[in-house]
């Protein structure tokens, strides 16, 4: 099993940054990769960025493409999503997660989730 903690969510300004966290522990051997997913009030979870755990790729969706990074430090477990110039329809909950083989940017395809944290960006 993999456990995800996510911290880092807040009430940001529009144009303002965040950076979330998500700590891993238990069996991190076995991540492939990890991923930052959102949820909108009423709306389904939808993929933002994603990070290959034991290489260098890379992948993020077109709506925060340019604005955010993802980033890890395997030394920690640790993955970072950097969110710049954020924009109100950014407002959602943000989700960790990790899956222990190749998939698409698809939320059901991942077998372990964090808590979630809230991000609230102010027009």
């Known amino acids: 099993q993999v456990q995800l903690v996510e911290s880092g969510g807040g009430l940001v300004q529009a144009g303002g940054s965040l950076r979330l966290s998500c700590a891993a522990s238990g069996r991190t051997f076995s991540i492939y990769k990890m991923a930052w997913f959102r949820q909108a009030p009423g709306k389904e979870r939808e993929f933002a960025a994603e990070?290959?755990?034991?290489?260098?790729?890379?992948s993020y969706a077109d709506s925060v493409k340019g604005r955010f990074t993802i980033s890890r430090e395997n030394a920690k477990n640790t993955v970072y999503l950097q969110m710049n110039s954020l924009k109100p329809e950014d407002t959602a909950v943000y989700y960790c997660?990790?899956?222990?083989?190749?998939?698409?940017?698809?939320?059901?395809?991942?077998?372990?989730w964090g808590q979630g944290t809230q991000v609230t960006v102010s027009s």
């Open positions: 997660a990790a899956v222990k083989g190749p998939t698409f940017f698809r939320a059901h395809e991942y077998d372990y």
């Open positions: 990070v290959i755990w034991s290489g260098s790729g890379t």
